[in-house]
């Protein structure tokens, strides 16, 4: 039995395949080598890709409401990109199932791409206040990439943006702090220290703030959780081998995992007075 309300002719109508573009999504993934897995290769870097365009997308809604104050909302997106996040964390254990014979039947075939230019991932890293000028580099070749990778080198972070809202609600963030360069990392700063532990410490009179804190926390060590199982498969992989594209591979992803991007809301947790 069929229902015949059913649209069955898509002559002149738009299509489940039509509307999600699913031509150019499946045929996007080109193995080279002939190798079996490096289907598995590709395909596991496309979704992480769609992952992270998603998180970009949510983390400039949350932006844009610390922005305006409205923390409710804000809330709702910073949670979206927590469930986001654990998809992210996850399909590094399809990725373990390659074992270092399986990668190195097609790694050459790679050339000089690496994740390492992955402009979304760097853009990310911006928007949490992870800046640097030297991650521009890979991307100079490319105008329409770059010029919105320099503009958010210059923009707030998300950290930024709850600094200056904290700063609005009347609580002594440091003048030097609120003009500081933006295209410049955060440093850890003893006053904002003390803001983030008041705040902990009086959860109950300032609820909303304190619920920002632990969204942010929950932000960063979702992200470091992802970077440390991005290591581990990496190091199961290839070992210590140099990375494609001239990057020193797990030595690298070694060293960025030790870089805080909220360092007071951790600080803080050491000065909490019960």
Not at 210 to 236: I, K, N, P, S
Request: negative net charge; charged residues 25%.
């Amino acid at each position: 039995m069929t229902d015949s309300s059913i649209t069955t002719d898509f002559r002149a109508r738009m299509s489940y395949g039509d509307y999600l573009g699913l031509d150019a999504l499946l045929g996007a993934q080109k193995p080279l080598s002939g190798q079996h897995d490096e289907m598995l290769f590709i395909t596991i870097h496309h979704v992480q890709e769609l992952w992270l365009k998603l998180l970009l997308h949510e983390m400039e809604l949350a932006m844009a409401c610390i922005r305006d104050d409205q923390l409710r909302p804000a809330f709702k997106a910073l949670a979206r990109c927590g469930r986001i996040q654990k998809q992210m964390i996850e399909s590094w254990d399809v990725l373990a199932t390659m074992t270092p014979h399986d990668y190195l039947a097609f790694r050459n075939h790679l050339g000089s791409s690496s994740g390492f230019q992955s402009w979304q991932y760097r853009m990310l890293e911006f928007r949490m206040g992870a800046k640097n000028a030297f991650m521009l580099k890979p991307h100079a070749h490319r105008p329409d990439l770059l010029a919105p990778l320099q503009a958010a080198m210059a923009a707030p972070s998300i950290y930024d943006e709850t600094l200056s809202l904290l700063a609005r609600r009347g609580l002594a963030i440091p003048a030097e702090i609120l003009a500081r360069d933006l295209a410049q990392p955060h440093a850890q700063n003893e006053g904002v220290t003390e803001v983030w532990t008041a705040i902990y410490e009086n959860a109950t009179e300032g609820f909303d703030l304190y619920e920002l804190a632990e969204e942010l926390v929950d932000l960063e060590d979702a992200f470091q959780t992802w970077r440390f199982r991005h290591m581990r498969v990496v190091e199961r992989i290839i070992g210590y081998r140099m990375g494609t594209g001239g990057s020193a591979g797990v030595a690298y992803l070694k060293g960025v995992m030790e870089r805080r991007f909220f360092p007071e809301l951790y600080e803080a947790r050491t000065r909490i007075r019960g």
